[in-house]
């Protein structure tokens, strides 16, 4: 249902929000920059409760066209975010909304279409003074064919600078889909219960919520792993690197909207038996 009303209720706020800028004429939003089937931009959200800075990422995409995750699969490009020239940018977290799976007969890859904003997390060195923000983007877009692209974005983030409203409205969307931290065998409907080493991999047991239409599970490591498959007893299974498995996974559980993460050491996991 969220996923139905979102964009009715996006569009109409396009119409009635003004954009923004502070006395200084600090724009909370940057220039549209294209590349191909995408056009990305950053935009400003408030100062977050703990005193970091709220960001976020936005990309749109050409109808028929899609982005990828973190681990995209087999065919898909992973995303580059790169701060790393910003003065007085003390710490820059990306923090990826929910993907969905792409089955195309052959293959599967992971990612986003339509609209997507990446919510960032920015922390200044000094929080009294502006952070010039300069982000090069590189990304995989796909139709029929995954092909590179790759943006340079520029966003001065001042102190009391007032949002877009409507960019505020979207940033506050992908942030609620940000899936939540847990732990394994936790408590709750939706719950990453087991995870168990077997000769082909890693085998995981996921409780969904009983009313849930998406159940899925994705997965990704400092090094490639695959994509979860589902088992015909409904649990996952992902295939590891051969000898060279990594000593981490994190488990993205998703159930409709709602999604947790949960990192899962695996020295130590048990075999199945």
């Known amino acids: 249902m969220i996923d139905r009303l979102l964009p009715t209720v996006l569009a109409a706020l396009m119409f009635l929000a003004p954009v923004h800028a502070s006395a200084s004429g600090d724009a909370p939003v940057s220039d549209w920059v294209t590349d191909g089937a995408a056009k990305v931009r950053l935009v400003a959200g408030a100062p977050a409760a703990d005193g970091s800075l709220r960001a976020g990422l936005e990309i749109r995409l050409d109808s028929g066209w899609k982005t990828y995750w973190i681990n995209p699969g087999p065919s898909g490009l992973p995303p580059r975010i790169d701060a790393s020239s910003s003065p007085n940018l003390a710490r820059l977290e990306a923090r990826w909304p929910l993907p969905k799976r792409f089955e195309d007969g052959m293959s599967t890859s992971v990612g986003y279409s ?18 010039p923000l300069r982000v090069k983007f590189a990304f995989g877009i796909c139709e029929k064919i995954c092909v590179p692209a790759e943006v340079t974005l520029s966003l001065r983030l001042v102190p009391g600078l007032e949002p877009d409203a409507f960019a505020a409205v979207q940033l506050a969307a992908f942030e609620d889909r940000v899936p939540q931290p847990a732990r394994l065998n936790g408590e709750g409907p939706l719950s990453v219960v087991s995870a168990a080493r077997s000769t082909e991999g890693l085998d995981v047991t996921v409780r969904f919520p009983d009313n849930a239409e998406i159940r899925d599970l994705f997965a990704s490591a400092e090094t490639t792993v695959g994509v979860p498959r589902r088992l015909e007893n409904g649990d996952f299974r992902i295939k590891l690197k051969a000898g060279a498995p990594p000593r981490e996974i994190r488990l993205l559980a998703v159930a409709d909207n709602q999604a947790i993460e949960v990192p899962v050491v695996l020295d130590g996991l048990p075999a199945k038996p």
């Open 114 to 131: 339509g609209a997507l904003i990446v919510p960032l997390r920015i922390e200044a060195k000094d929080a009294a003074k502006p952070i």
